[in-house]
């Protein structure tokens, strides 16, 4: 598993518009750059229906994605466009119909559900609009259970320190309905970041929180994407957020638009 993020040294040839914006030291200038080293996810020729018979719905169509090691993508479109499908497909949440997903150099389609569940739990940190905090468990202990799966020795040790790194070193012992939505949101991401993964995606993290609360979640999911070098893919709504990625991806109607094509 490459968990560097990588040099690029020509520009590669997939749909996309990149940040005009370079970041601290030329980060986003580097992204231009070519390597050795895998993609830290690749999709080729995916296609996914959703639905039977005459409910069936395309929502994936013949979709070419490499998104380097270390990079960050914004995914952003209209509703209904395909995003959160394809931010599962490259989670491994979703299986394609047709077409090859990489991600971290491991074929996904050769696994079967349990292999990709502990996969996941190793190289996958996903962070969902709606929290999905276990009720019956302590922040602390929501943070833990993906520690614990992975058998760590030390989880509640580590679970302690992800809570301090989001502002809750005094929340640990509540239960997620004794915390706001934000708290909720920052636990959410500290056990999406507690294992170290590799690739940590996002599907509109802000979406059920107020615009400052938002911004707050905002600066803790770049600052543990900056901090450990992880590959983030952010799926939202909102434009000015998407452009703090190295770069944006917009779909439309399932298929990922290229530049001579976007409105």
């Given amino acids: 598993m490459v968990t560097q993020p990588g040099r690029w040294t020509g520009r590669p040839a997939f749909p996309y518009d990149r940040s005009a914006s370079a970041g601290p030291g030329g980060t986003k200038d580097r ?13 080729s020729g995916v296609n996914l229906s959703l639905g039977r018979d005459a409910a069936r719905v395309h929502i994936l169509k013949d979709i070419d994605l490499h998104i380097g090691t270390g990079e960050a993508v914004g995914l952003v479109g209209p509703s209904g466009s395909g995003k959160s499908t ?21 074929d996904l389609g050769r696994l079967d559900e349990d292999a990709l569940a502990r996969f996941r739990g190793r190289h996958v940190g996903i962070v969902f609009q709606s ?52 708290e909720q949101q920052r636990v959410a991401l500290a056990r999406a970041l507690a294992p170290h993964p590799a690739i940590l995606v996002a599907d509109e993290p802000t979406g059920n929180l107020d615009e400052s609360t938002g911004r707050e979640i905002i600066e803790l999911l770049f600052a543990g994407h900056e901090k450990r070098a992880t590959t983030l893919v952010l799926v939202t709504h909102d434009m000015a957020l998407a452009q703090r990625c190295d770069r944006v991806v917009r779909l439309r109607s399932g298929r990922i638009e290229t530049p001579e094509t976007v409105a």
């Fill in 31 to 43: 992204m231009n750059d070519t390597s050795n080293h895998p993609p830290a996810i690749r999709l």
């Fill in 131 to 182: 929290f999905h905090l276990i009720p019956t468990m302590t922040a602390l202990e929501n943070v833990a259970v993906p520690l614990e799966l992975a058998g760590s020795p030390d989880a509640f040790e580590r679970a302690a320190q992800e809570l301090a790194s989001v502002g809750l070193r005094d929340r640990v012992n509540h239960y997620p309905a004794e915390l706001s939505g934000g």
């Fill in 86 to 106: 394809l931010l599962m497909v490259a989670a491994g949440l979703e299986r394609p119909d047709t077409g090859a997903v990489f991600v971290a150099g491991e």
